[in-house]
């Protein structure tokens, strides 16, 4: 236990992390700040949309980014279908190109109606659920604080990251990879499902620091991500109820690993799910840690796992460091970081009002900050060389005095009212977790949308 007159990082005791699915920083809180000529209340830039962003349409005109407000019809299903998230549909979206480009090349972020143009098709012609009437200009929808009151109250009271780029530009689980194990082993898409390399996990069991992953409902996918994960003992792993439960007893691990709900009618917020259930997911583990007696130790990270073909206007930087020496599959070196996500660093010892990046030129946050992070707090060896080099970002935490306003007061959590275009199928993620753990699948639900299935164009 760190000492009772410790101070930053040394004062947290507990770690918690809630990482969610598929959005861009851009789609979720690019308009956090625009009224306010995109500056925080203390001042400090905020890379998010003017309203003046374009891409250029399916006959070359500029299409401007346009506002998700809780009026927008569908507005908690946009962009009404699932956009391309593998490393070829991301390099469409960020080149225009599916081929890589030369090192070093800036990307110019006019591909994303291209792309959905383009992925809407071939879904159509695969049996896809698409919202009626989705158009690929929906891809330049983003939403509005007042239809993401939660997320954007949780932002603007706490710190937002508005430099938190994925770590790898493709799909899900080799991006959960890095999260959690620093490398993706060369991995570029979901075709991968598991990993044989040691996991944060391993390493916080080897240093005596406790830690549990919580699914939402059902046995977490990310029991059999890893070896040390596949053997660790049942206490590991919970739900999230037993979440709350320790959180209110104060009996909380030092980290904690949260998973959404897979399925198509889940809170997981994967494009073309209901993005309301996944505001009352953020609502209900905030309210939880803030209402137990631990919550003056804790630090709560939200992120996304990945930008899941959603529209973001900034480059994602070159210069990243190759995890290890494995070669990448379709011929990636792992030199460069994936599309900018959300990120939100939360505590009562940070400041309200916090725009928190590194400085310019040095390495970014990414999903190995967060390793980064746990390893300076548990003094924990690098897992590789990538999270060896990712700057930590204990440093936000500058109050010495822990707050005790609640941000999420007056806060009414949106609901859809509807369910989605896409509530009748298995999901691909929910098809991965019950492959990996044994778990047979209903007969009753339909066919898996697979995003591997993206045929070459």
């Given at each position: 236990m760190a000492a009772s007159n410790a101070t930053g990082l040394q004062s947290i005791e507990h770690i918690v992390v809630l990482m969610l699915e598929n959005r861009s920083f851009d789609h979720m809180l690019g308009f956090l700040y625009t009224d306010a000529g995109n500056k925080s209340p203390a001042g400090q830039s905020y890379e998010g949309l003017t309203g003046k962003e374009t891409n250029p349409g399916t006959d070359g005109s500029p299409v401007t980014v346009s506002q998700i407000t809780p009026s927008t019809a569908n507005a908690y299903?946009?962009?009404?279908?699932?956009?391309?998230?593998?490393?070829?549909?991301?390099?469409?979206?960020?080149?225009?190109?599916?081929?890589?480009?030369?090192?070093?090349?800036?990307?110019?972020?006019?591909?994303?109606?291209?792309?959905?143009?383009?992925?809407?098709?071939?879904?159509?012609?695969?049996?896809?659920?698409?919202?009626?009437?989705?158009?690929?200009?929906?891809?330049?929808?983003?939403?509005?604080?007042?239809?993401?009151?939660?997320?954007?109250?949780?932002?603007?009271?706490?710190?937002?990251?508005?430099?938190?780029?994925?770590?790898?530009?493709?799909?899900?689980?080799?991006?959960?990879?890095?999260?959690?194990?620093?490398?993706?082993?060369?991995?570029?898409?979901?075709?991968?499902?598991?990993?044989?390399?040691?996991?944060?996990?391993?390493?916080?069991?080897?240093?005596?620091?406790?830690?549990?992953?919580?699914?939402?409902?059902?046995?977490?996918?990310?029991?059999?991500?890893?070896?040390?994960?596949?053997?660790?003992?049942?206490?590991?792993?919970?739900?999230?109820?037993?979440?709350?439960?320790?959180?209110?007893?104060?009996?909380?691990?030092?980290?904690?690993?949260?998973?959404?709900?897979?399925?198509?009618?889940?809170?997981?917020?994967?494009?073309?799910?209901?993005?309301?259930?996944?505001?009352?997911?953020?609502?209900?583990?905030?309210?939880?840690?803030?209402?137990?007696?631990?919550?003056?130790?804790?630090?709560?990270?939200?992120?996304?796992?990945?930008?899941?073909?959603?529209?973001?206007?900034?480059?994602?930087?070159?210069?990243?460091?190759?995890?290890?020496?494995?070669?990448?599959?379709?011929?990636?070196?792992f030199d460069r970081f994936g599309p900018r996500v959300p990120a939100l660093l939360i505590s009562p010892l940070i400041q309200a009002g916090t725009v928190y990046r590194v400085p310019d030129g040095t390495t970014p946050l990414d999903h190995t900050s967060i390793l980064k992070t746990v390893e300076q707090r548990w003094n924990i060896p690098a897992l590789t060389a990538r999270d060896k080099a990712a700057p930590g970002f204990g440093d936000v935490l500058t109050l010495t005095t822990p707050r005790t306003d609640d941000v999420l007061s007056g806060v009414t959590v949106p609901a859809a009212g509807t369910e989605g275009p896409s509530a009748n199928q298995l999901s691909h993620l929910e098809a991965v977790r019950r492959e990996v753990l044994g778990v047979a699948s209903p007969e009753s639900e339909g066919a898996v949308q697979d995003p591997d299935a993206r045929p070459s164009g």
């Open positions: 299903f946009m962009p009404g279908a699932d956009p391309g998230e593998g490393y070829t549909a991301t390099n469409d979206q960020l080149w225009g190109s599916d081929t890589a480009p030369a090192s070093g090349t800036a990307a110019t972020m006019n591909g994303f109606i291209k792309d959905f143009s383009y992925t809407i098709g071939w879904e159509k012609t695969d049996g896809w659920s698409i919202l009626p009437g989705t158009t690929a200009n929906d891809i330049m929808g983003c939403f509005t604080p007042g239809a993401l009151p939660v997320l954007s109250a949780l932002a603007k009271g706490y710190a937002v990251c508005d430099h938190w780029f994925c770590s790898v530009p493709t799909e899900t689980l080799p991006n959960r990879a890095f999260a959690l194990a620093g490398t993706s082993q060369g991995h570029m898409d979901d075709k991968t499902k598991t990993y044989s390399c040691p996991s944060i996990f391993g390493s916080l069991t080897k240093a005596g620091v406790s830690w549990v992953v919580y699914g939402y409902d059902a046995t977490p996918l990310t029991k059999a991500d890893f070896p040390d994960t596949s053997s660790a003992p049942a206490s590991n792993f919970g739900e999230f109820k037993d979440f709350q439960a320790a959180a209110k007893a104060g009996t909380l691990p030092s980290f904690s690993f949260l998973e959404p709900s897979w399925g198509s009618t889940g809170n997981s917020q994967h494009p073309n799910y209901d993005v309301s259930k996944g505001e009352q997911l953020i609502h209900d583990t905030y309210e939880a840690l803030r209402s137990g007696p631990k919550w003056d130790q804790t630090l709560f990270v939200l992120t996304y796992d990945e930008h899941g073909g959603c529209y973001d206007h900034v480059a994602p930087p070159w210069g990243a460091t190759p995890p290890d020496s494995t070669p990448g599959e379709q011929g990636f070196g």
